[in-house]
């Protein structure tokens, strides 16, 4: 009996080695992992864009989860070409037409998929909100941004997309060397005529939407 059971405990050593059972199930985990990635990848959209933030002592800056605010899923698929610029639409958003005094204007970038699916990155970094009055430069996003980072996704054929979150226009002037400074100069009201102008992923507005300020 003591021999039998020795044989017995060979061979099943044995067929272990040759035999790999556990090969099987590593590979199916291996297969639905790369299934799971590639499905994420090919349902990649865009429902809201990602907000800049501002790293002024006197800007607004949005909330901390606005930058992280778009459904979108980095990685979008590789079936769909780059957006041409011709077939997307941007638009600048204000929320309102005039301010009274002691309002902020708050300010969104709208776009439209106008050609077929296709990818694009929409990511803050390629975003630029400006504004002027005249041809007097008052205040560009982009002068005291903080951490801008890049989104691609998938942007549907007729798709429009918004601003998770508008940004906020504390009325004062912008520049690279006073984002430390709570002393900027604030602009004028009493009916003032100011423009904005906004570009994303390269693309610019297709024109300049007008606001008052009082």
Known sequence: MTLLALLLVIAGVVWLVVAQ???????????????????????????????????????????????????????????????????????????????????????SIKLTNTGEDCTMNVGTSTQVFTITSGDDTWWRSTDCQGEPSDMIVLLKADQTVESATPLEWDRTRSSVSTCDSDSRPTASGGGATYNLSVEIGGILSLEATTFLLY
Do not use: M
């Not at 199916?28 to 800049?52: K, M, R």
């Open 21 to 107: 059972p556990w090969r099987g199930s590593a590979d199916d985990a291996g297969s639905d992992t790369t299934s799971t990635s590639e499905t994420v990848a090919e349902q990649a959209g865009a429902d809201e864009l990602p907000v800049p933030e501002s790293t002024t002592a006197t800007g607004a800056t949005p909330d901390a989860g606005a930058s992280a605010s778009a459904s979108a899923t980095p990685g979008a698929t590789a079936s769909a070409a780059p957006c041409l610029a011709s077939d997307i639409d941007v638009v600048a958003v204000t929320d309102k037409e005039s301010y009274a005094s002691g309002q902020h204007p708050k300010l």
